[in-house]
C-alpha cells in the first residue's frame, strides 16, 4: 500500500509541488524563449518530456555500470542523443514545429531540468520510479509552458490556439510577443503564486492560532500540550 | 568593419540573454552580488571564445567531410564540457587567485545554454572561422553586460522594500523584463 | 589506473551505441527532411509565379534561380523565381521573387523568413504590403516612398512604423534583381 501511494507521489511532486518552472526555476531558456503561443509551449513540453523520460530510463537501467567520475558526461551523452532523435524525427514529421522552434530544440540537450533529475533521481532509483518521476517533471513542465503560453497568446494576439478568444475591438499588446513579455508575464505569474501560498500559510497559521487559544480557554483539557 | 558590427551585434542589438533567453539560470542565480557576477561573465566569455573556436574546427574538419552531421549536438556538448574541465584544470595550474575566482563558476558553464547556443548560431548563420571568433567574444561580453548590469540592480533592490510575493525570482524575472525592453532600443541600430 | 579504463570503456560504449543509433535514425530522416524543403521551395515558387506550370532549377547560375514554364514540359519559359536573402531590422530577411522573362516587371513576393519586430515590421509579410509588387515594372530598380506611391515611378509604400523592415525588402530585391540581369546577360542561364 505505501509502495502505491509513493509511486503516486514520485508522479504528482512534479506536477506542482515541485515544479520545475515556478518552484526550481529550472529549464528557464526554452520556457521563456518559445512561449509566444500555446502550441509552441506544448510542443516544446513534450519534446522536453520525451528527452526526459526516455533518458531517465535508460540512466536508471545502467546506473550501476557508470563510474561515478565520468557519469555527467554519460548522462550528457545519452540526453544529447535523444534530443538528436528527437530534432530529426520532428524535421521529418513537423516542419513547421521544427522551424517555429528552432535552436531551442537542441538546446533542450543544456535544459538544467534534465540533467538536475538524472543526478537527483535516476541515478538513485529504480526504472519505474524514474520514468514516473521523469513523468511527473515532464507534465509539470507542460502545464508551465502551456500557461505561460497561453497567456502570453491572448493578450498578444487575441488567440488561443490558434482561435480567436478575444474581440477585435481589443488592441493586442505587442510587448507579449517580444522577449520582454516573456520575462514579464513569467515574473508576475511567479508572484501570484507566491501569494497565494503566503494567503494559505497565514490562513493555517491563523486557524492553529484559533484552535490553540479556543483550547486555551478551556483549560479542563489536557495540560502540557503546548 | 564587418567583424566589428558582428561583435556589436551580438553584445548588444542581438543579446544572447536579453534576445535570445540564453544563459538564463546563471542570469538569475548568480547574479546577486555585482563581484561574482562580473567574475561570472568573465569566466563564461573565456569558455565561449574558445567554444567558437574548437566547434567550428570540429564540424567544418570532422562533421562535414565524414558527413557525420547528425553527431552535431553529442559532439558539441562533449566538447564544450570536457573544455570547461580543461580550463578548470589550467586555471588551477596557471594562477591560484584567477582560480579562486572563476573556479566555483566553471562546472556550472557546461550546462550553460548560451554556449551550447552559440556553438549552433555559428553553424546555423554560416559564419566563418574569424567571424565565428568574433561573435563569440561578442557573445561572451553581452552576457557580461547583462548580469553585471542585473547584479548591479539587485544590490540595490536588496535595500528596497519589495513586496512578499515579488521577492526572489519574480522581481529579477520583471527587472530582466524591463531591462529587455530598454535593450530593444538598439535593435535596428545595425543590422547583421 | 584501472578506473581509467572503466571510464574510457563506458564512455566509448555509450558513444558508439549512441553514433550506430544516431545513424540509423538519420538515415530514416534525411529522405523525408530533403522532401520537405523540396516541398516548402516548390510551394513558394509557384506563389511567386502563379501561372507557372512547371520550374527548373539553373544550376549554371552561383546563387539558387529557378525558371519557371508556362506548361508541364517546360517549353515556354514565363520568367524566373529567385530566392534571395540580406539585411532587415533585426536580423536576416530570406524572399522569394517572381520576375517575368524580359526581366523588368515583378510577378509576385514571398517572405519565406524574417525575424522582424511582431506587430510593426512583421507586417511586411502581409498582403497589402506583398500585393504593391505585383505587376511592378523594376525599370530600372525598385524605389520607395512614404507618401502614395507612383507606379509609373515603379515605387511601392513603405508601412509607417516599419519603414526600416519595407525599405530592406527593397533593397534585397533590387540586389536579386541586378545578380539576375548580369547573369541571365552573361548568357550563364538563358
Not at chain 1, 512561449?35 to 545502467?62: D, E, K, P, Q, Y
Not at chain 2, 566538447?79 to 579562486?100: C, H
Not at chain 2, 536588496?158 to 512578499?164: F, H, N
Not at chain 3, 529522405?31 to 532549377?57: D, G, H, W
Request: proline letters at 3%; hydrophobic letters at 50%; a neutral charge.
Amino acid at each position: 500500500m505505501s509502495k502505491n501511494v509513493s509511486a503516486v507521489k514520485d508522479f504528482t511532486k512534479g506536477l506542482w509541488e515541485q515544479n520545475a518552472v515556478f518552484k526550481q526555476v529550472l529549464g528557464m531558456c526554452p520556457t521563456l524563449a518559445v512561449t509566444v503561443s500555446a502550441i509552441n509551449g506544448i510542443a516544446m513540453a513534450l519534446a522536453t518530456t520525451f528527452v526526459l523520460v526516455f533518458s531517465s530510463m535508460i540512466i536508471s537501467l545502467i546506473r550501476k555500470l557508470i563510474p561515478t567520475q565520468v557519469r555527467i558526461a554519460s548522462y550528457i551523452l545519452i540526453i544529447a542523443t535523444f534530443v538528436t532523435i528527437v530534432d530529426l524525427v520532428m524535421k521529418a514529421l513537423f516542419p513547421e514545429l521544427s522551424k517555429a522552434l528552432g535552436p531551442y530544440i537542441p538546446l533542450i540537450v543544456v535544459n538544467c531540468l534534465i540533467l538536475g533529475r538524472q543526478e537527483a533521481f535516476s541515478s538513485k532509483n529504480g526504472v519505474f520510479r524514474s520514468v514516473l518521476d521523469a513523468l511527473g517533471m515532464g507534465a509539470g513542465f507542460l502545464l508551465a509552458l502551456f500557461m505561460l503560453g497561453g497567456v502570453r497568446e491572448i493578450l498578444g494576439s487575441r488567440t488561443l490556439l490558434g482561435f480567436q478568444v478575444l474581440p477585435n475591438l481589443y488592441e493586442p499588446w505587442l510587448v507579449m510577443i517580444l522577449p520582454a513579455g516573456a520575462f514579464l508575464t513569467l515574473g508576475l505569474l511567479m508572484a501570484y503564486f507566491n501569494n497565494r501560498e503566503i494567503n494559505k500559510k497565514t490562513k493555517q497559521r491563523e486557524a492553529i492560532l484559533q484552535k490553540h487559544l479556543s483550547s486555551k480557554q478551556s483549560p479542563a483539557v489536557e495540560g502540557g500540550e503546548a | 568593419m564587418e567583424l566589428f558590427l558582428i561583435f556589436l551585434s551580438a553584445a548588444i542589438v542581438n543579446n544572447f540573454v536579453l534576445a535570445y533567453f540564453l544563459g538564463i539560470c546563471p542570469f538569475i542565480g548568480v547574479s546577486s552580488k555585482l563581484s561574482s557576477a562580473v567574475s561570472m561573465g568573465m569566466a563564461t566569455t573565456f569558455v565561449m571564445t574558445i567554444t567558437s573556436i574548437v566547434t567550428w574546427l570540429i564540424y567544418h574538419m570532422i562533421l562535414i567531410p565524414f558527413n557525420l552531421e547528425f553527431l552535431q549536438y553529442v559532439s558539441f556538448i562533449l566538447v564544450i564540457a570536457s573544455l570547461v574541465q580543461f580550463v578548470e584544470m589550467f586555471i588551477k595550474k596557471v594562477s591560484q587567485p584567477l582560480y579562486r575566482a572563476l573556479g566555483i563558476f566553471l562546472p556550472l558553464i557546461t550546462t550553460n545554454c548560451a554556449i551550447l547556443g552559440l556553438a549552433l548560431f555559428i553553424i546555423l548563420r554560416e559564419y566563418t572561422f574569424i567571424e565565428g571568433i568574433f561573435y563569440g567574444l561578442g557573445a561572451g561580453a553581452g552576457f557580461t553586460l547583462a548580469i553585471s548590469i542585473m547584479a548591479g540592480i539587485r544590490e540595490e533592490l536588496d535595500l528596497a522594500d519589495v513586496p512578499k510575493p515579488f521577492q526572489g525570482a519574480a522581481i529579477t524575472l520583471i527587472v530582466a523584463g524591463i531591462l529587455a525592453l530598454a535593450f530593444m532600443g538598439f535593435s535596428g541600430m545595425i543590422s547583421v | 589506473m584501472n578506473t581509467i579504463v572503466k571510464m574510457l570503456i563506458t564512455l566509448t560504449i555509450v558513444g558508439v551505441i549512441s553514433g550506430g543509433l544516431l545513424s540509423q535514425i538519420s538515415n530514416w530522416a534525411e529522405p523525408k527532411i530533403e522532401m520537405n524543403r523540396k516541398l516548402e521551395t516548390e510551394r513558394a515558387i509557384f506563389l511567386v509565379q502563379p501561372e507557372a506550370k512547371s520550374y527548373l532549377k539553373i544550376e549554371e547560375a552561383d546563387f539558387e534561380l529557378y525558371q519557371v514554364f508556362k506548361d508541364e514540359n517546360k517549353s515556354e519559359s514565363i520568367g524566373y523565381a529567385l530566392p534571395f536573402e540580406g539585411n532587415g531590422f533585426q536580423g536576416k530577411i530570406r524572399l522569394m521573387v517572381g520576375v517575368n522573362v524580359d526581366l523588368q516587371q515583378l510577378v509576385g513576393l514571398e517572405v519565406l523568413e524574417q525575424v522582424e519586430t511582431p506587430g510593426l515590421g512583421t507586417k511586411v509579410t502581409e498582403k497589402p504590403f506583398t500585393n504593391q509588387f505585383i505587376g511592378l515594372t523594376a525599370n530600372p530598380i525598385v524605389n520607395w516612398t512614404k507618401a502614395e506611391a507612383n507606379k509609373d515611378k515603379s515605387e511601392i509604400q513603405t508601412i509607417t512604423g516599419a519603414t526600416i523592415s519595407s525599405k530592406a525588402i527593397v533593397v534585397i530585391i533590387n540586389d536579386g534583381l541586378s545578380k539576375l540581369r548580369s547573369t541571365v546577360e552573361n548568357g550563364e542561364a538563358k
